[in-house]
C-alpha cells in the first residue's frame, strides 16, 4: 500500500510529492489532466485552452459575472500560469492569523520557509533592457502620477529574450521550458526518486476506513480505486472542496466545506495608443505596484496582457465595432486591477454533482474596484493613450478557499496540522486552504505552506 496518494500535481501536489518522495515514503500522484511536455503542449490559443484548462478553457461563477480559469495538465496550473512569485506581508498574515486563530501565521514563522524556498526554486527579474512598451508606458504613467512600482519576481530560467522571445505563448505551457512549473522541476526529481504517476485519472470521492483511505475515479473512461495510508487532496479550491463534497460521509462532519471561496477579480483595462505598442511581444510581465496607497486601499495593478482569443471575449464591443476593436491589437496598452476580494463566495454541488460557484461581489468589494479603474484610466491618459476601454468580461486566476484553514471545526475545514478536522489521514496545504484573499499572488505562499505541511506529516 502507498504511504501517500497525492491527488493534483500543480503548485502544491508537485511540492509535497517531490518532499515526501525524497524523504523515502512510498507515493503516487494522481492527475485529472494529460501529460504534455514542450514537444507536445497543443499549438496555438484555441488548442492550449480547450486541452489544458479544466471545462473547455473557462469556468463561470452561478450568475456568469465571473469566469474562473484553472489548469488541467501534469503540472497543473503552474505550467499555464504568469509564474510571479510574492512573500506575504504582515498585513496578509495578521489578517489571516486572526481569522484562523493559527499562531504560525506571521512573517517571524513564515519568512525562513520562503527563504529556504528561494533558495531552491529559480527565479528572476526581467532586466529592463528587456522591458516591452506596454511596461515602458506603465512605468512612465506611474512615475508621472507619484505612485511606487516594482519589477516582478518570476519563476523562469532562461526565457531567451535575447533572441527575441515572445513570453505570452507560455500561457499555453512554456516551449522553452523555462517557466519553473512543477512538469519541469519537482516532479521530474521525485519521479526519479521513485514516485509512481498516474494521468488522466479524476478522483470522484474518497472512503475514510480508519487506518487507511479508498480513493475511487475514472481514468480513461474506467472506473478505478485505490488505496494509501493517507492522502493529500491537493486538487486546488474547486478540485478538493467537489472530492470532499462527493464523499458523502466525510463531507458531513465538515459543516464550513465550500465556504470562504475568493479569487483576486482582475479587471482588464485598455489604453489605445497612435503608435504600436505590441503588448504581446516581449516580455508578457516585467512591473506591477508597489504602492502603500494600493496596498492600503485593497487593489493591486498590474503589467500584463491577453492573447487575441482571450482579448476578443474582453472586450465590451459586437459585430463591425468590435472587429475595429480587434483591428488596434497591437496598439492597446494594459492595466489590470486585481482587488483583494472579501472571502463570502460558496462552492457547492449541484443535484447533478456539477460544481456551482456563487461568487457575489460586496459593496466593498466594488467600491475597490471604482477605485482602481479611477486609477487605470487616469495611468492611461498620463501615458498618452488617446482613447481608453474598459472590459466587460471579469475573471478569477487565483482561486482560493473552500477548505479554509482554522482552529474552530464549524468554522473550517483543516486544522493548523494541515488536516482535515476529525481525519488525521486526509491532507490538505493548497489553495483551498486560504481563509482569506490576501490580495498577493498566492503561489509562493500555497509552496511554504505545502513545504510547512510535508514536514510536519513526515514527522507525524
Ligand atoms: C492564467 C493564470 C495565471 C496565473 N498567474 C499566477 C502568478 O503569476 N503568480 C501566482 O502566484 N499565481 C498565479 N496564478 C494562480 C496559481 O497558479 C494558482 O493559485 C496555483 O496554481 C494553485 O495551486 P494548487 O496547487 O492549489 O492548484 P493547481 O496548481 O491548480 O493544481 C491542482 C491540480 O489538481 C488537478 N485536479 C483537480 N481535480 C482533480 C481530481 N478530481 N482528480 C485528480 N486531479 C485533480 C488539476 O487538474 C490540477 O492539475 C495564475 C493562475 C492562472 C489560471
Not at 470532499?244 to 471561496?261: K, N, Q, V
Request: hydrophobic share 40%; glycine share 10%.
Amino acid at each position: 500500500m502507498y504511504d501517500f496518494a497525492i491527488v493534483g500535481s500543480g503548485v502544491s501536489g508537485g511540492r509535497i510529492a517531490f518532499e515526501l518522495t525524497a524523504a523515502g515514503a512510498k507515493c503516487l500522484l494522481v492527475e485529472a489532466g494529460r501529460a504534455f511536455d514542450r514537444h507536445s503542449y497543443p499549438p496555438g490559443e484555441l488548442g492550449y485552452s480547450t486541452q489544458m484548462f479544466w471545462n473547455g478553457g473557462l469556468e463561470i461563477s452561478r450568475d456568469a459575472r465571473l469566469g474562473f480559469l484553472r489548469g488541467k495538465c501534469l503540472g497543473g496550473t503552474s505550467v499555464v500560469n504568469q509564474a510571479d512569485l510574492n512573500r506575504f506581508d504582515a498585513r496578509a498574515w495578521d489578517d489571516w492569523r486572526g481569522r484562523s486563530g493559527i499562531g504560525f501565521f506571521q512573517c517571524a514563522v513564515m519568512d525562513p520557509i520562503y527563504d529556504d524556498l528561494r533558495r531552491q526554486v529559480v527565479a528572476d527579474e526581467i532586466p529592463p533592457q528587456f522591458y516591452n512598451r506596454n511596461a515602458r508606458l506603465f512605468v512612465e504613467a506611474f512615475e508621472r502620477r507619484g505612485y511606487h512600482w516594482a519589477p516582478i519576481l518570476r519563476s523562469q530560467d532562461n526565457c531567451h529574450l535575447d533572441k527575441g522571445s515572445d513570453c505570452i505563448v507560455c500561457l499555453g505551457g512554456c516551449p522553452r521550458d523555462a517557466k519553473q512549473s512543477t512538469l519541469v522541476t519537482l516532479l521530474p526529481k521525485a519521479r526519479a526518486a521513485g514516485l509512481e504517476i498516474e494521468t488522466e485519472f479524476e478522483i470522484d470521492h474518497l472512503d475514510d476506513a480508519g487506518d487507511h483511505v479508498r480513493l475511487a475515479g475514472r481514468q480513461r473512461g474506467h472506473e478505478r480505486q485505490l488505496q494509501a495510508r493517507r492522502v493529500v487532496l491537493a486538487a486546488g479550491a474547486l478540485g478538493n472542496t467537489a472530492i470532499l463534497f462527493r464523499s458523502r460521509e466525510i463531507a458531513a462532519t465538515l459543516p464550513a466545506l465550500g465556504s470562504s471561496f475568493c479569487c483576486h477579480p482582475q479587471f482588464m483595462t485598455y489604453g489605445v495608443h497612435r503608435e504600436p505598442v505590441n503588448a504581446h511581444k516581449g516580455a508578457l510581465q516585467s512591473v506591477e505596484s508597489h504602492d502603500e496607497r494600493f496596498r492600503e486601499a485593497g487593489i493591486k495593478l498590474e503589467n500584463v496582457f491577453a492573447p487575441p482569443i482571450a482579448t476578443a471575449m474582453l472586450l465590451p464591443s459586437r459585430g463591425a465595432a468590435h472587429y475595429q476593436q480587434m483591428r488596434k491589437y497591437r496598439h492597446i496598452a494594459c492595466v489590470e486591477v486585481a482587488i483583494r476580494d472579501e472571502p463570502v463566495g460558496r462552492i457547492a454541488l449541484d443535484r447533478r454533482g456539477k460544481l456551482v460557484v456563487d461568487k457575489p461581489l460586496t459593496a466593498l468589494d466594488h467600491q475597490k474596484v471604482r477605485h482602481g479603474l479611477d486609477i487605470a484610466f487616469d495611468l492611461h491618459t498620463a501615458a498618452g493613450a488617446i482613447d481608453t476601454i474598459r472590459c466587460e468580461q471579469v475573471f478569477g486566476l487565483h482561486l482560493m478557499g473552500g477548505c479554509p484553514i482554522g482552529t474552530d471545526p464549524r468554522t473550517s475545514v483543516v486544522g493548523p496540522d494541515f488536516h482535515v478536522h476529525g481525519r488525521p489521514n486526509l491532507l490538505v496545504a493548497d489553495s483551498s486552504v486560504f481563509p482569506t484573499a490576501p490580495g498577493i499572488n498566492p503561489s509562493f505562499t500555497i509552496m511554504a505552506l505545502s513545504l510547512r505541511a510535508s514536514r510536519q506529516w513526515l514527522t507525524h
